[in-house]
């Protein structure tokens, strides 16, 4: 659902009678928001063998060669290096689906070139997990762009009281 049918969905209409928030409303919506990331989490550790790659993580990786190519931010290619690196191995399962729903956005004109850029910064930072038996894949520096490490711009929610 987007955000224009949710907003029609939770429209309130004329008639109803307004009421303060219930004391349990911000904790539910905290519940909310800790079981989106936990979701998220879980998906982003699906694996799958790195000798089956398909045609789907061929474009996606080619779609990040070519990005890397034209870029001169040197934090941008170390995540492109990054998720190539993962894109290889097969580690990841969303990771090509994301990378292809990304490219289509950009073909099409949707984003622009610095607005693609920092979603794969986003997409390295939520993939790339280096560990201590695991020297190849670099941890991405801390300083990300803004647009990479916030928080969503916005949360519909709906209390009900009895």
Do not use: W
Not at 55 to 65: E, I, P, V
């Amino acid at each position: 659902m987007n955000f224009v049918e949710a907003a029609a969905l939770f429209e309130a209409k004329n008639n109803e009678l307004s009421i303060a928030l219930p004391e349990y409303h911000h904790s539910q919506v905290q519940k909310a928001v800790s079981k989106f990331e936990q979701d998220l989490l879980l998906n982003a550790t699906d694996t799958i063998s790195g000798e089956h790659t398909d045609a789907n993580t061929n474009r996606a990786k080619k779609f990040l060669r070519d990005l890397r190519v034209d870029s001169t931010d040197e934090k941008f290619r170390q995540g492109c290096n990054n998720l190539l690196e993962l894109l290889e191995k097969g580690t990841i399962t969303n990771l090509a689906n994301e990378l292809r729903k990304l490219r289509l956005k950009y073909d099409k004109n949707e984003i622009k070139l610095h607005q693609a850029e920092n979603l794969v910064l986003q997409l390295a930072v939520k993939y790339v997990h280096p560990t201590d038996d695991d020297n190849d894949t670099e941890a991405l520096p801390s300083d990300l762009p803004v647009e990479v490490t916030d928080k969503p711009d916005i949360i519909i929610t709906e209390t009900f009281s009895l």
